[in-house]
């Protein structure tokens, strides 16, 4: 069964420390992998999108890797800020045109000051 | 920046009513798709559109629900007899491209329609 599982569930850091948000999926065809942020009751924003090609991409203070030998992908945040503070969500594109996308339940991600 | 637009975004229904959600696409976008997101739970996907019919469909969508373009800018998502499981956060999306998903394009999110059913 394709899943998407993100660790963890929720995170409390300092304003200006850094963080780092896993997903693992077992989701069959691979097609590719985005990160969003949801704002509580506002839409997802894109942030990354990786192809299977693709080990690391940069968004400013967000950096996403991809290892898709093991499946696994990471959300790193750098110098955080209260503003990050939101849902962030993994979700894998499967199937062959990749139209199913399959959505993590999201890290929930509190930045204090 | 483009934006996907929906309205309402807010809406109170009794149960047993029909709802039509509207959304309004990137103008230049060729692929629809409607999600939902109950409180507390993730976002599940409902339906992808493409060409003026559905392409791809989840278990959730079920006969209640339908989807049509009316005049090919609009999107809708009508529920035909609305029950209180149908509570959530209705959200549309849309993608440029014919093969979108492969191609790595990013999926643009409206800011949802919030559906109470009572």
């Known amino acids: 069964k394709n899943q998407v599982e993100q660790s963890p569930q929720s995170l409390i850091i300092l304003e200006g420390k850094n963080c780092t948000l896993q997903c693992n999926y077992t989701v069959s065809p691979f097609s590719n992998l985005r990160w969003y942020k949801q704002d509580t009751g506002r839409g997802p924003v894109s942030l990354t999108i990786?192809?299977?090609?693709?080990n690391t991409k940069s968004n400013g203070r967000y950096t996403a890797t991809l290892d898709a030998d093991t499946k696994q992908s990471s959300l790193h945040i750098t110098a955080s800020q209260l503003s990050d503070s939101a849902s962030y969500i993994c979700?894998?594109?499967?199937?062959?045109?990749?139209?199913?996308?399959?959505f993590g339940k999201g890290t929930t991600l509190s930045v204090s000051s | 920046e483009p934006e996907v637009t929906q309205t309402p975004s807010h809406q109170v229904t009794q149960m047993g009513q029909e709802v039509i959600l509207r959304c309004v696409p990137i103008?230049?976008?060729?692929?629809f798709y409607w999600y939902r997101q109950i409180l507390g739970q993730k976002v599940e996907f409902l339906v992808s559109?493409?060409?003026?019919?559905?392409?791809?469909k989840s278990e959730i969508f079920d006969d209640q629900f339908s989807v049509e373009r009316p005049d090919g800018s609009n999107f809708t998502l009508k529920i035909r007899s609305t029950k209180l499981e149908d509570s959530a956060m209705y959200f549309c999306a849309s993608i440029r491209d014919r093969a979108p998903l492969n191609s790595g394009n990013t999926i643009y999110f409206g800011e949802g329609s919030w559906l109470t059913v009572v």
């Open positions: 990786m192809t299977f090609s693709e």
């Open positions: 979700v894998v594109s499967a199937g062959q045109a990749g139209t199913a996308l399959i």
């Open positions: 103008s230049n976008h060729l692929y």
């Open positions: 559109f493409y060409n003026n019919e559905i392409s791809e």
